[in-house]
């Protein structure tokens, strides 16, 4: 990976975490439990050493953030004005992109209790099923034409314009599907972590990409065959949650021969997700502001801070 990436200083956990003193943590293993993925691994010793160095990294951004666009208000002679903050979060599925969004939204929330802060997912805006089975591209879900890009844009528009309660559609990983008149509302966040696989994707007919609304952006990364792993493992648990469950998307899997569901998810990973993977998403890592990459149980051994 280091010979990909010329243009990132590499920092070691350990020397990465000794650029943060931080002598207590604002967070305990309760609070992780809640917002761990399904069988992602985070510890309060990642807290300590990983992320809240990177908290107070991105804070640092964020005051430069305000201080430029107050300074291009002076300069204009024009009212300051509220402009949020966008952080987008990439990186393959089952990588644990989920849980890094979700924790750095509730260490913003306690540490800076000032600022508002807001948390989405762009599954959200996949075009719903019966319409990718209209286009033909049901197979290709995920895939950068799968997602209502000009609906997707136009969101983070108006996020970015500070207009309230600008509505995000729901996605739900149980029916494998986006939630008719379901949504989430994002009302004029100081900061809003936008996380999925796309967001850092350059669709191939778009004026105007996703990543053009971003201030700062982070990558989590692992080598395929350890995603693959997750992925495997991920299913496990969902086959098992969806065995009484009849409405569940994985119902009929969990409760069929446990060999032919995991023949099916390997050919899902082999067709889809690594697919999606390579051609995609990891040609956008060199795009992030931060790299996190992980090894084995998702521990991560090795931040990546992008040189300009």
Not at 159 to 177: E, G, L, M
């Amino acid at each position: 990976m280091a010979d990909k990436l010329g243009n990132y200083d590499r920092f070691e956990r350990d020397r990465w975490r000794d650029l943060f003193d931080a002598e207590a943590v604002p967070l305990t293993e309760a609070d992780l439990d809640q917002i761990r993925s399904l069988n992602d691994r985070i510890s309060l010793a990642d807290v300590k050493e990983i992320y809240m160095p990177l908290v107070h990294y991105i804070l640092l951004k964020y005051h430069e953030f305000q201080l430029a666009n107050n300074a291009r208000s002076d300069f204009l002679k024009v009212p300051r004005r509220h402009v949020p903050f966008l952080i987008g979060i990439a990186g393959s599925v089952a990588v644990g992109k989920s849980t890094t969004a979700r924790l750095l939204a509730l260490m913003l929330k306690h540490l800076y209790a000032q600022l508002k802060v807001q948390q989405i997912t762009t599954d959200g805006f996949l075009y719903p099923n019966n319409v990718l089975e209209e286009k033909g591209i049901i197979d290709d879900k995920g895939f950068p034409d799968s997602y209502d890009m000009p609906r997707l844009i136009q969101f983070l528009n108006d996020v970015k314009q500070s207009r309230p309660n600008v509505k995000a559609p729901r996605y739900s990983h149980q029916v494998y599907d986006v939630i008719p008149d379901e949504y989430d509302e994002i009302d004029q966040p100081d900061i809003l972590i936008v996380e999925g696989i796309n967001v850092l994707q350059l669709p191939s007919q778009a004026e105007i990409f996703v990543s053009d609304f971003f201030d700062f952006s982070i990558y989590v990364d692992a080598e395929p065959k350890l995603i693959e792993h997750w992925f495997l493992e991920r299913f496990s648990i969902l086959l098992d949650s969806a065995f009484n469950d009849k409405t569940n998307y994985y119902h009929e899997l969990a409760t069929g021969s446990r060999e032919d569901a995991f023949l099916y998810a390997r050919q899902v990973w082999d067709a889809v997700d690594l697919r999606n993977l390579n051609e995609y998403i990891l040609p956008t890592r060199n795009r992030a502001n931060v790299i996190l990459h992980k090894r084995q149980h998702h521990a991560i051994d090795a931040v990546y801070l992008r040189q300009y």
